[in-house]
């Protein structure tokens, strides 16, 4: 694994950053693969990334979309990851319908939801199954309680190992979310974090010895790359 953390001044330079990192890796993955695949983080970090990634001139037929994790409401609703990416960037350009691969969110339960998606993915990616596909990259957030995607601090979605997809759990309210081994897969993984209120956690996800249950960003160990991008509050202790 390469594992590199870059503390930026302020967001725009963090947006700015985590823009040029994305394009260079997508111009990569299209010249070698023809194809770009990227799964997407939800919250408010990097909904101007989104808006960055708008204003591009790409080859959005070549750029496919996924979704690292997903609240378990329908894709109009406020707190959807969905409505945030279509808003900010996806309703803006000229991307095919059938390049966006949203989360099922309308299923009987979020089992048979995680299950679908799951499907999906090994459908797209060509799977037997034994082997975990590799997306370019996955885009990723990490709350103060360290939790990234849907993992959250001793949830049993932490234990899963075997899938691409399942069930997250935050407050009694289910979410559909990568596993971390699927995540760990990807050939480049980038966090992107703002905030000084993520320092602590940040502290103990750095640190040479914790409990990966209590910070699950721990368990993101990439067979790629790892880019941890950080504001200056965020990363104030982290720069030398």
């Known amino acids: 694994m390469n594992k590199t953390i870059e503390v930026l001044p302020d967001q725009p330079a963090l947006v700015a950053r985590a823009l040029e990192l994305i394009l260079s890796k997508l111009e990569t993955a299209i010249e070698q693969r023809g194809q770009f695949t990227i799964a997407l983080s939800g919250g408010s970090t990097p909904k101007p990334l989104y808006e960055a990634i708008a204003n591009q001139k790409l080859p959005w037929d070549k750029i496919h979309i996924f979704w690292g994790d997903e609240r378990y409401v329908p894709a109009d609703h406020p707190d959807s990851n969905e409505l945030m990416a279509r808003r900010?960037?996806?309703?803006r350009v000229d991307i095919p319908a059938a390049n966006i691969h949203a989360v099922p969110t309308l299923e009987a339960n979020p089992e048979l939801a995680a299950t679908k998606y799951e499907q999906h993915l090994k459908e797209f990616f060509n799977s037997s199954g034994v082997e975990f596909p590799s997306l370019d990259v996955v885009l990723l957030g990490m709350g103060d309680d360290a939790h990234t995607a849907s993992l959250f601090p001793?949830?049993?979605?932490?234990?899963?190992?075997?899938?691409?997809?399942?069930?997250?759990?935050?407050?009694?309210?289910?979410r559909i979310t990568f596993t971390y081994p699927f995540i760990n897969s990807a050939r480049s993984v980038i966090f992107v974090v703002a905030g000084a209120n993520k320092r602590p956690a940040l502290a103990q996800v750095?640190?040479?010895?914790?409990?990966?249950f209590?910070?699950?960003s721990r368990l993101i160990q990439p067979q790629g790359e790892l880019w941890w991008l950080l504001d200056a509050a965020a990363g104030l202790e982290l720069q030398h």
């Open 214 to 216: 209590t910070y699950p």
């Open 88 to 91: 900010a960037w996806l309703d």
């Open 154 to 174: 001793h949830t049993e979605a932490l234990k899963v190992r075997d899938r691409l997809v399942t069930v997250g759990n935050k407050d009694e309210n289910p």
């Open 206 to 212: 750095f640190a040479p010895v914790a409990d990966d």
